[in-house]
């Protein structure tokens, strides 16, 4: 579960978050909108740690492995596919872990052997037998040839180089998934295919995007960022719209009230002034 209490975010002399607070659920599909400049992708730097509160309480649990589309444009001469396999991080540090093993020479045979016993089968626990496969069906599914798989990646324009970002952070073994303009760069068969696949995925997801349509198919509760403070709202972005145009002809009804309150007691004042 994600918790934010009261808490307050600034951006320089900006103020971002001003005592706002809300629970994310695990498993939950939320849309994060709001005006430009809101403090939408500052909220993302919160939730990844590349920036910190000011105030308030805010926790995600420890435990919980994250995946988010770098927005660097990758510089690598790594084919797609090692690029991509890459991104399953769980994989790296358990290749890491089996030579370190295999090259430790300060533990005997058989403490080293049962080491690299143990890295073999952790490796194969995590999917090392089909990550390649795993990472080309990706790749193939955001819109890539078969003949492109084992090209490089400063081989292809910038567009498609994102691509292969998205595709990294989708082969991340994760429980958080924090996505930020994701259908950028994406014609419509790559999009309905994102579609499908987010619809699958199993962990919380938080997602920016000026898509509605996208939002609508992806999304389950949807997060406004407004006057510094976090709204929740239930269900996808076309209920946000209705709820929240419910709540603005709420609150106008009640400053119509309030207005023709005044405007009586004002009445009421000026006469009994007179009188005086």
Known sequence: MITLKNVILRRSAKVLLNGASVTINPGERVGLV?????????LFGLLNGTLHEDGGDF???RQW?????AQNM?????????FVVAGDTRLAELREQLIAAESDTSMDEGDRGMAIAHAYTDLADAGEHDAVPRAQALILGLGFKVNELDQPVNSFSGGWRMRLQ??????????LMLLDEPTNHLDLDALVWLEAWLKKYEGTMIVISHDREFLDAVTNVTLHIEHAQLT??????????????QQLELQQAAYG???DKIAHLQKFIDRFKAKA
């Not at 990758?74 to 090692?82: G, L, R, V």
């Open 74 to 82: 990758p510089e690598t001469d790594d084919s797609a596919t090692d």
């Open 65 to 69: 492995r994250m995946a988010q589309v």
């Open 34 to 42: 709001g005006r430009n400049g809101a403090g939408k992708s500052s």
């Open 59 to 61: 926790s995600v649990p």
């Open 232 to 245: 929740r709202y239930g269900g996808n972005y076309s209920k946000f719209e209705e709820l929240r145009a």
């Open 166 to 175: 998205l595709a990294r952070a989708l082969m991340c073994p994760s429980d």
């Open 257 to 259: 009230k309030q207005q």
